[in-house]
């Protein structure tokens, strides 16, 4: 700002001497300073114009100034906004206890580390088509949106078996099965059944019903949107629905 208030001087001063000539290449004028008692100030010239062009550039020199001053302001405040995100997510993480937490808050922060910068574009390219954790051994699959969800189900083995919230939109789930065509624990289809009404619209109930199946019993009907399936056989459970984090905290 006090460059601009110099340029801006400049201009002004040398637009009260704009009567004047220049000699051949001159490099600088000095002339009185009406703002210091008429003290005499030497004025950088660009010798290839002449007294009012030159103040004309020292105005321009000034505006452009005043710009760079407002801009830094501008970035300055995003950046300290930046910072306080920046802060917040830190908090948020440090406060995780266990691994398997990680992946819940990742899903809860990604756009955000996006938008922070912290997961490049790259990153977001490649990320999984959909989500992969464990529960007592188990690989667990849990579909992000209805086209992750079609990926998820047509990746799956046929001996896995496919969880879904039932009569709300949600997630497929599958726990993999490695070609083995008993079932998993009672309590592994329980838990992943928990996780599948938690990343459902049952979300917010007490108990929810969750289908399951071995996945050789869905199939998808030609033409059905991103996500739609038919089950052949199922059974149900009755669950109240969990994230991952809460059977972990458990243990």
């Known amino acids: 700002l006090e460059r601009a208030k110099t340029y801006e001087t400049y201009g002004h001063l040398l637009m009260a ?3 004047k000539s220049l000699e051949h290449e001159q490099e600088s004028i000095t002339v009185p300073n009406f703002y210091e008692n008429n003290n005499p100030v030497e004025i950088p010239l660009k010798p290839n114009l002449s007294i009012a062009e030159n103040a004309q ?3 321009q020199r000034s505006s452009k100034a005043k710009t760079r001053v407002e801009e830094s302001k501008r970035r300055l405040r995003a950046l300290k906004e930046k910072l306080r995100e920046l802060q917040q997510v830190r ?3 440090q406060q995780l206890e266990k691994i398997y937490e990680f992946d819940d808050w990742l899903d809860q922060h990604k756009d955000q ?3 922070l910068d912290v997961l490049s574009q790259n990153q977001k390219t490649e990320a999984q088509p959909f989500r992969k954790t ?3 051994g188990y690989e667990i699959w849990i579909g992000k949106n209805a086209k992750s969800n079609d990926k998820l189900t047509s990746s799956a083995h046929k001996e896995d078996v496919w969880l879904h919230a039932r009569g709300v939109s949600g ?4 726990i993999r099965m490695n070609n083995t065509k008993e079932y998993p624990p009672k309590h592994v289809i329980l838990k992943s059944a928990s996780v599948a009404a938690w990343n459902s619209k049952a979300r917010g109930a007490g108990l929810a019903p969750v289908l399951y199946t071995k996945r050789k019993y869905i199939s998808k009907p030609k033409g059905s949107p991103p996500g739609a399936v038919r ?9 109240e629905p969990k994230k991952l984090a809460e059977w972990t905290k458990q243990r």
């Open 113 to 115: 580390l996006y938008s």
């Open 134 to 136: 464990s529960i007592e």
């Open 91 to 93: 908090d948020s993480f």
């Open 171 to 174: 997630s497929h789930v599958v």
């Open 57 to 59: 550039n020292y105005y």
């Open 231 to 239: 089950v052949h056989h199922e059974e149900v459970e009755i669950v």
């Open 17 to 19: 001497h704009a009567h």
